[in-house]
């Protein structure tokens, strides 16, 4: 009883993870918006982005816009991955993470089998979903680094293999996270909990 | 919710990027009358007084943009050079109009100088191609994304400006062109090694369509902030702005 009442007041989510988590989900959103309205300009498939669900008006608008909300969006992401760090955080909520106890989990949840009482601990597929979307938005970063300045970063300029691929790597770095995201949003939808834990930690 | 941003633009900028459009060959027509509709679009129940705040935050954040990026400009670093068999032929074409309406330049054209440069002689093309020439294979990196490698050839820009006496602890170097282009670079841009005052491209003289008589090609800079068919250089210390700078696109503009 007594370690319950313990438990049940130290919260589910970090008041810096809540914050950081959704000033990152505002900055992500006008980004990926912006940046298809950059794409627009030069398409590098054989498509562009519809009008409507693209930000800026123009590509000058869309640029600002662009490179506003990167500021935001990699001065919290640091926030963010230091404080996981230096807190322990990703030790205690993201290890252990194996191959063979995704697999299941996956299983379990196509079969939606998959059980969610207990908020405060991810399973596999949620580890390695946060986990890869991360590394999915250090990619960006590095790859739109290049694409921004390729003249000043020439190490993250070889690294991407020029110009031109690093345009390539950002956009699938970028379809990446649109995926994760319209999959977090089902996931959210499903177990409609988790987003009062992200609202008041609990 | 949509509607709302699209009305965060200025409908002067829509119009203004939408006549550059119109300028590619080919989607003129359609463009003329895509742009009366969108003008149309625009004026109806625009509220654009209450998205000012918002454009004025962009714009201060855009200024914020350009320090960060004097910055993080590294005066001796050198953008990548190519070999020539990697210089992407034909070489695209792109201005504010179409390639039929390119300045044409007569025989007797020259150079101003003014601002503070301590000698403001005029230039001739000859005696421009008479100082000491130099070449570079670079990558020229477009606003909207694409780019193309070319070979340019012309005078060091820092050697012209040392040489004419220009004031090189002022802040800015300012460029008028034939074309009613008009924009400007810092110091530190103009003073780069890769900084040319381009007289040919790919070994003959500078085609009209690339900027005859002259360009200034900075592989450090995104395309709008090379001038061409340029008239007039300037050096001050006041921001002389530039036409595309003055509608949104970041001044600083590097590569
Ligand atoms: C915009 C709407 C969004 C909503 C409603 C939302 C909702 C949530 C919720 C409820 C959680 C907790 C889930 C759980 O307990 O497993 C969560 C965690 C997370 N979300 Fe989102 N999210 C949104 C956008 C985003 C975006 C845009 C990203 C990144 C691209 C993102 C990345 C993450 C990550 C990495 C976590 C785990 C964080 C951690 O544990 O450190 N979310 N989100």
Known sequence: ?202 | MMKKRIQLLDEQLIIKDASKALGMPGRRLFGKRALSLGALSMLSGCGLTNENSVEKMLMSISRFNDGAQALLFDPTQLAQTYPESMITTPFPFNAFYAESEVPEIDEDYTLELSGMIANKDEWTLAALTALPQTSQITRHICVEGWSAIGKWGGVMFSDFLHRVGADTTAKFVGFRCADDYFTSIDMATALHPQTLLTLTYADQVLPAKYGYPMKLRMPTKLGYKNPKHITEIFVSNTNPGGYWEDQGYNWFGGS
């Open chain 1, 1 to 202: 009883m007594n370690s319950l009442a313990v438990e049940t007041t130290k919260p589910i989510h970090p008041a810096w993870m809540r914050i950081t988590h959704w000033l990152n989900a505002i900055a992500v959103v006008i980004m990926v918006m912006s940046g298809w309205k950059i794409y627009n300009a030069s398409p590098i498939f054989d498509f562009k982005f519809l009008g409507a669900i693209t930000l800026g008006g123009w590509l000058g608008g869309a640029i600002q816009w662009h490179f506003a909300a990167m500021w935001l969006f990699a001065v919290n992401g640091v926030f963010y991955i230091t404080l996981n760090i230096l807190g322990g955080r990703y030790r205690a909520k993201f290890w252990p993470i194996n191959v063979g106890g995704f697999l299941n989990d996956v299983k379990q949840a196509l079969g939606g089998r998959l059980a969610h009482d207990d908020l405060s601990k991810y399973n596999m597929v949620q580890k390695s979903a946060y986990l890869l979307v991360t590394l999915a938005l250090m990619i960006l970063i590095l790859s739109g680094l290049v694409v921004w300045k390729s003249v000043q970063f020439p190490l993250l300029l070889s690294l991407m293999n020029g110009y031109d691929n690093a345009r390539i790597v950002h956009f699938w770095a970028m379809a990446f996270v649109v995926i994760f995201l319209a999959i977090h949003l089902v996931m959210v939808a499903l177990v409609p909990r988790t987003l009062l834990t992200m609202f008041r930690g609990r």
